[in-house]
């Protein structure tokens, strides 16, 4: 069975800085897909980002990037330029690759992240 | 409507009540899916409804729980003689096309259940 492990609970950025959360997964399949969500205290989840395993170049949506390691196995989560509303828990999340069983998620147990003015 | 919609928002129940939460996903989502967020844990997954196929309950922990979903759409999860261990918030997501990349979940916010 796959798992996600996220072993920081607990982070904290001074606003305007750049800050990495942590993600590393495991799996025996070559197909996959990964996924930052971030959960503010409304209690949404939110989609932030996503990668595909097959795809060697970084994913990158405005102040979020990653960095995708698959030898490793490890999917970090890079904000910069760190904004008050980026106060929220991050949840790393695998699936697997494209058929009916691999349609759900699997969740690390998230990360919160703190933002200083 | 725009979101999912899960209701209610907050329920307190006492030990050994039966509850009933409901989710309305995003019209046209053939997907839905059931998580539970206990504090300090992630999201464990409860049960995933596509389409007309047969639900993926492998991750309901309990003969207690169990989920329908009426007319592929509406889907309310049951929790029979609840204990204290169940109090968590649960979430549901729906999904368009949930075996692509591009198939991401989009989640209500939550019922809480508190179990006394």
């Known amino acids: 069975a796959q798992t996600v492990t996220q072993s920081q609970p607990e982070m904290s950025v001074q606003e305007a800085e750049t800050v990495t959360l942590s993600c590393t997964y495991d799996?025996?399949?070559?197909?996959?897909?990964l996924f930052w969500y971030k959960q503010p205290p409304s209690r949404q989840m939110i989609l932030v980002i996503r990668?595909?395993?097959?795809?060697?170049q970084n994913a990158t949506e405005n102040r979020f990037s990653v960095n995708f390691q698959k030898a490793a196995k490890s999917f970090s989560l890079k904000i910069s330029d760190s904004q008050l509303g980026d106060a929220a828990m991050y949840f790393c999340?695998?699936?697997?690759?494209?058929?009916?069983?691999?349609?759900?998620?699997?969740f690390g147990k998230g990360i919160t992240l703190s933002v200083r003015p | 409507g725009a979101g999912v919609s899960q209701s209610p928002s907050n329920k307190v129940t006492e030990k050994g009540k039966d509850v009933e939460l409901r989710c309305d996903p995003i019209?046209?989502?053939?997907?839905l899916y059931w998580y539970r967020q206990s504090l300090g844990q992630g999201l464990e997954f409860l049960i995933y409804?596509?389409?007309?196929?047969?639900?993926?309950k492998s991750g309901l922990p309990s003969d207690r729980f169990s989920a329908e979903r009426t007319g592929g759409s509406v889907s309310t999860l049951t929790i029979q003689r609840t204990q204290q261990e169940d109090s968590a918030v649960y979430l549901c997501?729906?999904?368009?096309?949930?075996?692509?990349?591009?198939?991401?979940?989009?989640f209500g916010e939550g019922s809480r259940l508190t179990v006394l």
């Open positions: 997501a729906s999904s368009l096309n949930p075996t692509s990349i591009t198939g991401e979940l989009f």
């Open positions: 799996t025996s399949e070559s197909d996959y897909y």
């Open positions: 990668q595909e395993a097959y795809k060697q």
């Open positions: 999340a695998y699936k697997g690759g494209p058929t009916r069983a691999n349609s759900k998620l699997t």
């Open positions: 019209s046209g989502h053939t997907a």
């Open positions: 409804f596509q389409g007309n196929s047969a639900p993926d």
